[in-house]
């Protein structure tokens, strides 16, 4: 089954622990984004990869980190989470030729 | 830069109403549209999409056309049921060169219908 697989689903952490949220495809997908959506203002593109080692920044970068060593992961990293990154974050993916965006489930994170 | 505005919720139907959300955009050139839904707990799933003017997307009973003249998609329902419950999120990406790095999405609008 094709589909994008994120971990973990739960998390709540403290000020400055770091931590990593895992992503994953299975459809051999060029592209991988991350996404932050925040009540009141939607989705918000936070990294995007176009290939294994090509990142580039989304609009709203601070505070976080990623890589793509292999082309079906695309981890996040938060290195010093702060309260503001308190939210719901989606990884997806895409094939150069399809402008169809697939969404893992989402990860809720807490930062206390 | 591009945006997307779409109508603020909650919107609230009885099942078999007729539904419209309405949406516009901002983008340069001709981007491509699309309407994803998120169904509650779960990531967002696309909807239907249009990659040029006067395009008509549809699936499950939904439609949205591109309007290039007046920047819109609107999206319509003829008669929604309980399942349609969602929130239905506009989105755009532009055509840069032939590659697709980046929705915009609007804000989303939540629909509940009632029994």
């Known amino acids: 089954e094709a589909q994008v697989t994120q971990n973990p689903r739960y998390l709540i952490t403290v000020t400055g622990k770091k931590l990593t949220v895992t992503c994953s495809q299975n459809?051999?997908?060029?592209?991988m984004s991350w996404y932050r959506q925040d009540p009141g203002l939607g989705l918000r593109q936070i990294y995007y990869?176009?290939?294994?080692?090509?990142?580039d920044k989304g609009d709203v970068p601070e505070g976080y980190k990623v890589s793509r060593k292999e082309k079906r992961n695309f981890p996040l990293i938060l290195e010093s989470p702060s309260p503001n990154q308190t939210s719901l974050y989606f990884c997806?993916?895409?094939?150069?030729?399809?402008?169809?965006?697939?969404f893992g489930p989402g990860t809720r994170l807490t930062v206390t | 830069g591009d945006s997307v505005t779409q109508m603020e919720g909650p919107v609230t139907l009885s099942e078999e109403a007729f539904l419209t959300i309405n949406c516009t955009y901002t983008?340069?050139?001709?981007?491509?549209l699309f309407w994803y839904v998120q169904y509650p707990g779960e990531g967002l799933q696309l909807l239907l999409k249009?990659?040029?003017?006067?395009d008509k997307g549809s699936n499950k009973g939904f439609e949205a056309t591109y309007r290039k003249e007046t920047t819109s998609f609107h999206l319509e329902k003829g008669s929604v049921q309980v399942s349609d419950s969602a929130v239905y999120f506009c989105?755009?990406?532009?055509?840069?060169?032939?590659?697709?790095?980046?929705?915009?999405f609007g804000k989303g609008t939540l629909l509940t219908v009632n029994p």
């Open positions: 997806a993916s895409w094939g150069s030729f399809d402008y169809e965006q697939y």
């Open positions: 459809m051999n997908h060029e592209y």
């Open positions: 990869s176009m290939n294994v080692e090509v990142t």
């Open positions: 983008a340069t050139g001709y981007p491509s």
């Open positions: 249009a990659t040029k003017a006067d």
């Open positions: 989105a755009l990406t532009p055509r840069v060169g032939g590659s697709n790095y980046k929705l915009t």
